[in-house]
């Protein structure tokens, strides 16, 4: 280490310190690493593969857009969580923002819900490598053999992430790179060599057999631009693990929007542009409309290649979302606010990372994937709740953070909005929330009820419980770590450490 990262080193433990914490977790994650750990949660390829079909038989090739209107709206998000941040660079992220900002109750149940999405996304991810892998090899994505690939998956990157900082990084570096350039190859060789419609395909409605305005449709592809961008909040997770956190992680939280959300973008235009026959798509006759145009488009061997980047997109995703829930719950257990705190809270003394929260993130995620086998509708539904989830607990911080400004918080981080702060932190909450809206919003009037409020039942039943376990085993008296206090923490002394107005 540096004599200059030394210094930046020990300034950090002196900026934690002033705020309450002693930190064992090894500094050694770069600015890029960082950022590479929320680009990969973040994932464009595993976002746009995933839900591509979906969103295209909902809104027609100009679907396109909503990468663009919902990469503005979280860049808002992205900004005043930035702010937080900078100035409590503590691990676990929403859960002690959330803490500061409004106080104990607040905290617990943002991070209830942050939890239960994170859990619910893995699952997600780890059961959606199965296709592909099957893909790969020619034969039939089953049950039983889709269980089996998420459990092998999520016990290989909980190995992985018990091996400690550096190879986490390292990891998620390479799967930042190998996903980066295969969205830039991919997406530049069907624009040159396989587009089959003109740019004005992006403006054309037509193809969507609407009752009344389009509007609707659009609204609904929407949501699989809004499964894309989240994954920024992932690098204050690790803000103990990254030197010179208060600058650092801001511009790596909004360099995962700039670029991740440039290649999602890109991605799906090169889709959109290329997709042999639209009508098909839009009947349902062509299911599958990316495997038809890559193998259209590149021939078996091109084909089988870029499966191969997207499944190491889907492995890098995974082990950056283990690693932000095990960071997560770490946080509650080192305030004892759950249940086992005295074991979810160590260290490994070897690796120094949180062993048993590492494995407990693992296995609840193994258990949501393993039901598969017996509800497979009910998998649907949990696995549907991830993208709603974050959202929710994502606005929990704006609004704590609304709610904080108006008792006289002042950021005082190195990274502010100035007066940017209350207009920024108001659009903020304002495109939250309207996403949640339509997340929610019920899509198909002749299913039955339990389909079209399947998300919302689930969303209120993950409140409800998180709420009576809350009330009835109050988790939040224990401990007596600093809380409900950033109102009154607004100065900043030379050396970059806040102190308490009143001190």
Same mark, same amino acid.
């Given at each position: 280490m540096t004599d200059k990262s030394a210094t930046a080193v020990d300034h950090d433990a002196e900026q934690l310190k002033a705020l309450g914490y002693v930190s064992h977790f090894d500094r050694t994650i770069s600015k890029w690493e960082n950022f590479s750990l929320g680009f990969t949660y973040l994932s464009p390829v595993v976002g746009v593969y995933t839900i591509f079909?979906?969103?295209?038989?909902?809104?027609?090739?100009?679907?396109?857009?909503?990468?663009?209107l919902v990469g503005l709206g979280q860049f808002t998000v992205s900004l005043v969580f930035g702010e937080i941040v900078s100035q409590f660079p503590i691990s676990g992220g929403l859960y002690p923002w959330a803490r500061r900002l409004m106080g104990k109750r607040w905290a617990w149940m943002a991070g209830w819900v942050y939890a239960w999405a994170l859990c619910c996304t893995m699952a997600g991810v780890a059961t959606g490598v199965a296709p592909f892998l099957a893909q790969l090899f020619g034969v039939d994505s089953t049950p039983i053999a889709t269980s089996i690939i998420a459990l092998v998956l999520i016990a290989c990157t909980t190995l992985l992430n018990l091996s400690g900082t550096r190879l986490l990084a390292r990891v998620a570096m390479f799967g930042f790179?190998?996903?980066?350039?295969?969205?830039?190859?991919?997406?530049?060789?069907l624009l040159l060599f396989a587009r089959h419609h003109p740019l004005k395909i992006l403006v054309d409605t037509s193809f969507v057999h609407a009752n009344g305005s389009y509007w609707p449709a659009f609204l609904a592809s929407s949501l699989a631009a809004m499964f894309c961008y989240y994954g920024f909040e992932a690098c204050g997770d690790v803000a103990e693990e990254t030197p010179d956190a208060s600058r650092m992680i801001p511009k790596a939280m909004r360099m995962t929007i700039y670029i991740g959300g440039a290649a999602a973008t890109w991605i799906c235009l090169a889709f959109v542009l290329s997709i042999p026959d639209i009508g098909a798509v839009m009947s349902g006759a062509d299911k599958d409309p990316i495997v038809t145009l890559l193998r259209s488009a590149m021939g078996e061997t091109g084909f089988r290649a870029v499966i191969v980047v997207v499944l190491v997109s889907f492995i890098s995703c995974l082990l950056s979302l283990q690693a932000a829930a095990s960071r997560l719950i770490f946080a509650y257990a080192r305030d004892q606010m759950i249940f086992g705190s005295k074991y979810l809270s160590r260290m490994?003394?070897?690796?120094?990372?949180?062993?048993? +929260? @590492?494995?407990?993130?693992? *296995? #609840?995620?193994?258990? /949501?994937?393993?039901? +598969? @086998?017996?509800?497979?509708? *009910? #998998?649907?539904?949990? /696995?549907?709740?991830? +993208?709603?989830?974050?959202?929710?607990?994502?606005?929990?911080?704006?609004?704590a953070a609304v709610i904080a400004r108006a008792k006289g918080w002042r950021p005082s981080g190195p990274f502010t909005l100035g007066s940017w702060g209350w207009c920024v932190n108001l659009i903020a909450l304002a495109y939250g929330l309207a996403a949640i809206v339509n997340i929610?919003?019920?899509?198909?009037?002749?299913?039955?009820?339990?389909?079209?409020y399947s998300m919302l039942v689930t969303t209120i039943g993950v409140v409800v419980l998180g709420g009576f376990y809350m009330v009835i085993a109050k988790p939040y008296e224990h401990g007596k770590a600093p809380a409900g206090d950033a109102h009154r923490l607004g100065v900043r002394t030379g050396s970059g450490v806040v102190t308490p107005i009143d001190a």
């Open positions: 079909a979906s969103a295209f038989i909902a809104g027609g090739p100009p679907m396109w857009w909503t990468y663009i790179v190998c996903e980066l350039v295969g969205a830039i190859v991919v997406g530049g060789y490994s003394p070897g690796h120094h990372v949180p062993a048993t +929260a @590492l494995i407990v993130m693992g *296995a #609840i995620p193994a258990v /949501i994937a393993l039901s +598969a @086998l017996w509800l497979q509708d *009910a #998998i649907t539904i949990i /696995i549907s709740f991830a +993208a709603v989830g974050i959202y929710i607990s994502f606005q929990m911080i704006v609004l929610l919003w019920p899509r198909s009037p002749n299913d039955p009820w339990y389909s079209n």
